[in-house]
């Protein structure tokens, strides 16, 4: 699915870093409730921080601060900037 | 158009955009949410000026609240810190309610002896009913008093999403929900407040987990059992000053035991009768906010301390008036208390206990508070509950019983895991719709809680710690 | 245009659990959560609120009243939402009650400090809709943040009035209250944009159109909405307006998946 090599794991944005979104591999409720929050293409996002054992990480998209786990990150594939 | 047409028509309709929808491998969806998101930007870009980035004490903060050394202590200092309130703060006002409703009761006492009432009247609707639901108050009320506004006061500042942030990879592993954790602390206050916050979590299996688990941790109708055993066995040497410091420490304790046994039994539940995958969580880290102190004070007292103080109150009366008829009524040499107290001695003892403190337990179905003042009552054998001032005569009043420091730890095991009070069990029966699952809730706890003080008992003996 | 089929307040106290008043105007309260609608719903209601649950659902429901000037309000708290494009309970319940149960005003409430997020939820709601008030809150934490709303420019774009609130600290309340007054009392005519979809969508929404003009609801429903909503896979706004014209539990209702031992 991933065919483009710019993308990355949204997970593996380092801490202060920035990026794009450039796809969502979510299906279902998750899906709906990542577009819902405007995690759209296109939609800048930055790494804030980790949780103490290094899991959720937390992202500031549009003003606000949410909190994904690893896995649920790992399936949204950004352009790092 | 009648219904029939037009129900067909609709169907129709539906077969239509059906159509439509699938040719186009499903994208409306995601167009539908990204226009409207793309004319969010531009009338946001239009009315809305940015001067400079997001904020920094909200930063500051969680840097020290959720980072890999600090947060988890301080996480336990401010659970440490609010019990210690809690329970220092409760026991001023506790007592002077306690004479206060005590003699009011003396006064209903009178009105029944100047109608010439029958004494067994007076002694069900004064000795029991009104005697524990007195009780019941001026031993809840307090600790509730001061534990929800401080809930709701870490509510209203922002703190609770971050303690859920902490703790969600433990509940990750578990296949749960981080914000089970925020259920739990609820819990603390109140079982069925507990479980009524299970809403929170999305996932029905995990809401179910949630709920089943939130047993484990000791709401406040169980405080005062555990610190008064704590505190006789624990602290009964030290002076005043130090007992509620060591009496926190230990509900603290009891409280982390506690929430051990969550995580377990969530990871048991996840791999056998809720069986499913982690699912996805999203959680919202709003910034802090500097709390609107009196108006948290006041919404917590309404809407959550005298809600759940007037339910309790609805159940504790009449089991206050069954104790007092089974305290009093006589079948042979003993009463029926007595009785059925020999009856449970041999399943009691074998996990530690005796029969009078499993009896206590059972009668405190209706509301945790009160167990420790049934057992009081048992022991002494004068027929209605009492409180006794003095640790010194607590302790000699258990001792002279057969207590020992096996009997205090397998009695606040069991208060810590047996079954959910009837408050919490019927929210069960609201929250989850089915006589099942509240049924497994109420056998759940009450077999872990049997296992582990069998357990505990039977090792003890037999290494002969005894 | 004719008038609605059944007698609205069946449909208020059936469907929602909801009986206003005689005169008593309907208030819905919509917005994300984390917003501030229950500081703003404390705010305007003070003691008489009564908590509860919407009909057989295990989903909180509040309702509180308040007076201004001459007229009495009922404010019914809808379950904080990101959208109402209804995937879930909640969205469900926010999007029936504003539909089927036609308040007379719907107060959205925004985050002054995530409008873009925000604002998507508002523009659904205009969707719906044209008696809607928008409250840009927590302005006390923009301006922490440096961050400003121009709510003139804001009301143009929307074509919805526009209050800037801070529920905590009380401020803009009184506007708020006087702009729900006038809405409520058809003193102050609304008219919120369109958003325009892209092309594939807009041709779409054509076709489907003159089928569904073709049922007459458009009294109840805005046509349009109704056709995006099928163009999203909302199948459950075919069986809601069936129960909504029927006030039976239609059959084509789809219960909630339910764990099962």
Redesign the interface.
């Known amino acids: 699915m991933n065919s483009n090599t710019n993308t990355v794991p949204l997970s593996n944005i380092s801490i202060g870093n920035n990026c794009k979104i450039a796809n969502i591999e979510?299906k279902g409720?998750?899906r709906?409730?990542?577009?819902?929050?405007?995690i759209?293409?296109g939609t800048a996002v930055e790494c804030?921080?980790r949780?103490?054992?290094?899991?959720?990480t937390?992202y500031?998209i549009r003003?606000?601060?949410?909190?994904?786990?690893n896995e649920?990150a790992a399936k949204i594939n950004v352009y790092p900037i | 158009?009648n219904?029939a047409t037009?129900?067909q028509?609709?169907?129709?309709?539906?077969e239509?955009?059906?159509k439509?929808?699938t040719t186009?491998e499903?994208i409306?969806?995601?167009?539908?949410?990204?226009?409207?998101?793309k004319?969010?930007?531009l009338?946001?870009k239009?009315?809305?000026?940015?001067?400079?980035k997001?904020?920094d004490f909200t930063?500051k903060l969680?840097?020290i609240l959720?980072?890999?050394i600090t947060?988890?202590p301080i996480m336990l200092i401010i659970l440490g810190f609010i019990l210690w309130l809690t329970i220092s703060g409760a026991n001023f006002p506790s007592k002077i309610l306690a004479k206060a409703l005590f003699s009011i009761q003396d006064i209903l006492t009178g009105l029944f002896l100047a109608t010439g009432a029958p004494d067994w009247l007076h002694g069900v609707l004064v000795l029991g009913l009104y005697r524990s639901s007195a009780w019941v108050l001026s031993v809840m009320l307090p600790p509730m008093a001061i534990f929800f506004p401080l809930f709701t006061l870490l509510e209203d500042l922002g703190v609770l999403?971050r303690v859920a942030?902490?703790l969600?990879?433990l509940f990750?592993k578990a296949k749960a929900c981080?914000k089970q954790s925020l259920t739990m602390c609820m819990g603390f206050g109140c079982n069925a407040a507990g479980v009524v916050s299970c809403?929170i979590i999305?996932s029905?299996?995990e809401r179910?987990i949630a709920i089943l688990t939130n047993n484990f941790v000791p709401c406040n109708g169980r405080y005062p059992t555990l610190i008064a055993i704590g505190t006789i066995f624990g602290a009964g040497s030290l002076a005043q000053q130090y007992q509620t410091t060591v009496a926190a420490g230990i509900i603290t304790i009891l409280i982390l035991i506690g929430i051990a046994v969550t995580f377990t039994v969530s990871w048991l539940l996840s791999h056998t009768?809720?069986k499913g995958e982690?699912?996805?969580?999203?959680?919202?880290?709003?910034?802090y906010?500097k709390p609107?102190i009196l108006?948290v004070i006041y919404?917590s007292i309404i809407?959550r301390t005298l809600f759940v103080l007037k339910r309790a109150l609805i159940i504790a009366a009449p089991a206050g008036a069954i104790t007092w008829i089974m305290a009093n009524v006589f079948i042979g040499d003993f009463s029926i208390l007595t009785h059925t107290a020999n009856f449970l001695q041999p399943v009691a003892g074998a996990i530690g206990l005796d029969g009078f403190i499993l009896l206590a337990f059972i009668l405190g179905l209706p509301a945790n508070e009160i167990v420790f003042p049934i057992l009081i009552m048992s022991y002494l054998s004068n027929g209605y509950i009492v409180e006794l001032d003095s640790i010194t005569e607590l302790q000699n009043l258990l001792v002279s019983n057969g207590w020992t420091w096996l009997t205090a730890v397998n009695t606040m095991i069991f208060c810590l895991l047996h079954w959910p009070c009837a408050t919490t069990l019927i929210t069960t029966l609201?929250?989850t719709?089915s006589k099942?699952?509240t049924f497994l809730a109420f056998l759940m706890p009450t077999c872990i809680a049997f296992a582990v003080c069998f357990i505990l008992t039977q090792t003890v003996h037999i290494l002969g710690l005894i | 245009m004719h008038s609605l089929p059944i007698d609205h307040s069946i449909i208020l106290r059936n469907l929602f659990g909801i009986t206003p008043k005689q005169n008593q105007a309907v208030i819905a309260l919509a917005g994300n959560?984390?917003v501030g609608k229950s500081?703003l719903f404390?705010a305007l209601t003070g003691l008489r609120q009564h908590?509860g649950n919407w009909p057989g659902k295990?989903?909180?429901n509040a309702q509180g009243a308040f007076t201004y000037k001459d007229k009495s309000f009922l404010l019914i708290d809808l379950p904080g939402t990101y959208?109402i494009?209804a995937h879930?309970v909640e969205e469900e319940i926010a999007r029936d009650f504003i539909c089927f149960g036609k308040p007379n005003v719907t107060l959205v409430v925004l985050d002054?400090?995530s409008?873009?997020?925000n604002?998507?939820l508002a523009?659904?709601v205009m969707e719906i809709t044209s008696n809607i008030v928008v409250c840009v809150n927590l302005i006390d934490?923009a301006k922490?943040?440096?961050?400003?709303?121009?709510?003139t420019?804001?009301e143009n774009?929307?074509g919805v009035p526009v209050i800037a609130t801070s529920a905590?600290n009380k401020t803009g309340l009184k506007e708020l209250c006087e702009t729900l007054y006038l809405v409520a009392r058809g003193k102050l005519i609304t008219q919120p944009k369109n958003?325009?979809?892209?092309e594939?969508?807009e041709n779409?929404v054509n076709?489907?159109l003159p089928?569904?003009e073709?049922?007459?609801i458009g009294c109840i429903l805005n046509p349009r909405w109704v056709?995006?909503r099928?163009?999203?896979?909302d199948?459950k706004i075919?069986s809601n307006?069936?129960r909504y014209?029927?006030l039976q539990p239609?059959k084509?209702y789809e219960r909630e998946?339910?764990?099962t031992?």
């Open positions: 979510h409720l998750m709906r409730r990542i577009l819902d929050l405007g759209i293409p804030v921080r949780g103490p054992s290094g899991d959720p937390a500031y003003g606000t601060t949410i909190a994904l786990r649920d | 158009m219904y037009k129900s028509a609709l169907s129709n309709l539906w239509d955009s059906n439509i929808r186009s499903n409306f969806s995601d167009k539908i949410v990204s226009d409207i998101y004319s969010a930007e009338i946001a239009k009315s809305v000026r940015k001067n400079s997001k904020l930063s969680d840097n959720t980072s890999k947060g988890y999403p942030f902490n969600d990879h990750k981080g809403r999305d029905p299996r179910l009768l809720l982690a699912s996805s969580m999203v959680l919202e880290l709003p910034p906010r609107k108006s919404r809407d609201k929250e719709g099942k699952w | 959560p984390n500081t404390n908590t295990t989903v909180d959208s494009l879930t002054a400090t409008m873009e997020r604002l998507n523009l659904q934490e922490k943040q440096n961050i400003i709303v121009d709510t420019l804001l774009e929307l905590r958003i325009t979809y892209s594939e969508i779409a076709i489907l089928k569904i073709q049922l007459n056709a995006l099928l163009l999203d896979g199948k075919i307006i069936c014209l029927d239609s084509y998946v339910e764990i031992l």
